[in-house]
């Protein structure tokens, strides 16, 4: 479930205890994204598999090498609309593979 403790790998944005996410994008970037995604090919952002506005500092294994067109385009709109349930009260699962 996004924005809870329970199953989340890295530090949870900060949450009402319903799950519901309190501060969206909060915290300043102590990750390694933009050397995750030098590992890829030119031009690619290190994308984080669940949004940093979620998650806040994800772990490397959190992060991939994603095309920026991608990162920026259909992985942003999953991730409004992930955001967008969980304004509504929704649980979101999920189940990334790499």
């Given at each position: 479930m996004l924005c809870g403790k329970a199953?989340?790998?890295g530090d949870a944005v900060p949450s009402n205890g319903a799950g519901h996410c309190t501060a969206f994008g909060a915290g300043g970037r102590k990750d390694n994204a933009t050397a995750v995604g030098k590992l890829g090919n030119d031009?690619?952002?290190g994308g984080h598999l669940v949004g940093h506005r979620f998650m806040v500092d994800t772990p490397d294994a959190g992060i991939a090498p994603q095309a920026s067109n991608l990162n920026t385009c259909a992985w942003k709109t999953m991730e409004n609309e992930w955001a967008?349930?969980?304004r509504k009260g929704y649980r979101v699962d999920y189940d990334i593979s790499v």
């Open positions: 199953g989340v790998v031009g690619d952002h967008d349930w969980l």
